[in-house]
């Protein structure tokens, strides 16, 4: 146990850093990584709510005023099967509504080629569902507006992925055994399969799990923390997930 706890803790310092030489290295500049809003520059406190580390709650999710009718009350398996049976435009377009209603602006869309390049960069293909999004605006612009993150593009999905692989390919976490995962995730630190969504400025994320364990649904989106070790299912699929996710004005 100690010396996993070892482990963590410089997975977790490493992870740290690398992520922050990574977007710098993504931003093409020198300059220091972009923090949450209202940070200071600095971390927020763990569980401040409000602040680009928010904890959400364990587990859950909720049915907001407006979503998609038939996509109420879904389990795992019901949300991917609403998505699959036609709802990605209800989804969408429910986004698009929050999005408006709290001032951001959604960028333009992906393109099929930009989409393939990143599949192939990551190695998996992504959700149906989230390349229909993706087509349709790649990602949320580079403020932090979901769930007091930034809604990564593709080309930020791919820098921020490449952070990761490269320190499980160093063996930075050793047996990357010792997450402390949820119902349905598996029990690893960083999984390639994990694909980053949002970026707080400090290390963290929303992914999207392509490889989840007995109980859980391919494209369940996992909260993932760089210094912590809980891995747990705060969504049932990305549309689901993102029609109900918190959105905040720009700065």
Do not use: C
């Not at 949820?182 to 980053?196: D, K, Y």
């Amino acid at each position: 146990m100690a010396k996993k706890a070892a482990v963590a803790k410089r997975g977790v310092r490493v992870g740290a850093a690398g992520a922050e030489r990574g977007a710098q290295k993504a931003e093409g500049g020198p300059g220091p990584v972009r923090r949450a809003q209202g940070t200071g520059g600095k971390r927020p406190a763990k569980g401040v709510k409000g602040a680009g580390d928010k904890r959400p709650a364990k587990g859950a999710w909720g049915t907001p005023a407006g979503r998609p009718a038939t996509s109420r009350g879904l389990t795992s398996a019901g949300a991917s099967r609403a998505a699959k049976g036609g709802d990605v435009a209800a989804y969408i377009a429910l986004v698009e509504r929050r999005a408006k209603a709290s001032g951001v602006t959604l960028p333009k869309g992906a393109t099929r080629a930009a989409l393939a390049r990143a599949e192939a960069a990551l190695g998996v293909a992504l959700p149906d569902e989230m390349r229909a999004f993706y087509q349709a605006h790649d990602g949320g612009g580079d403020e932090f507006v979901v769930e007091g993150r930034e809604l990564l593009s593709l080309r930020r999905i791919v820098n921020e992925w490449r952070v990761w692989k490269g320190l499980l390919d160093r063996g930075t976490f050793e047996a990357n055994d010792h997450g402390q995962p949820g119902p349905g995730v598996r029990g690893a630190w960083w999984l390639p399969e994990w694909v980053p969504i949002t970026y707080d400025g400090a290390g963290n994320h929303h992914v999207v799990d392509l490889a989840p364990a007995a109980g859980g649904t391919r494209g369940q989106i996992v909260s993932f923390w760089h210094d912590e070790a809980s891995r747990r299912v705060v969504g049932p699929s990305f549309l689901a997930w993102l029609s109900e996710a918190e959105w905040t004005p720009p700065a």
